[in-house]
């Protein structure tokens, strides 16, 4: 039973920093492509960051690009690291794995539960 396991959200205020995990319970951890998407309240869900199996090429949405970034470890824990966080970074952020060289929220294979970011102006 694959799980992915988010952590590390909470309350930070503008300008600020925070480190969200996601612990992938994946035997075969390096051939997924990992992900993060993010949902605010009455948005749809939108991609932020991946970094792909084998090369671990990195790509991220316009609106965290020089300020988020994705990497992965061989403890099957991808983080995604978020500097100069503004109030509408704020949303429930989620982790997902594909089996693509891009994970979408179509071709995700599994999801984890959620973490909540919330960014105070």
């Known amino acids: 039973q694959v799980q992915l396991v988010e952590s590390g959200g909470g309350l930070v205020q503008a300008g600020g920093s925070l480190r969200l995990s996601c612990a992938a319970s994946?035997?075969?951890?390096?051939?997924?492509?990992m992900g993060w998407f993010r949902q605010a309240p009455g948005k749809e869900r939108e991609f932020v960051a991946q970094?792909?199996?084998?090369?671990?090429?990195t790509a991220y949405g316009d609106s965290v690009k020089g300020r988020f970034a994705i990497y992965r470890n061989t403890d099957n824990t991808v983080y995604l690291q978020m500097n100069s966080l503004k109030p509408e970074d704020t949303a429930l952020y989620y982790c997902?794995?594909?089996?693509?060289?891009?994970?979408?929220?179509?071709?995700?294979?599994?999801w984890g539960q959620g973490t909540q970011v919330t960014v105070s102006s």
């Open positions: 997902a794995a594909g089996r693509t060289l891009l994970v979408t929220m179509t071709s995700a294979d599994y």
């Open positions: 994946i035997r075969t951890f390096g051939t997924y492509t």
């Open positions: 970094i792909s199996q084998y090369s671990h090429t």
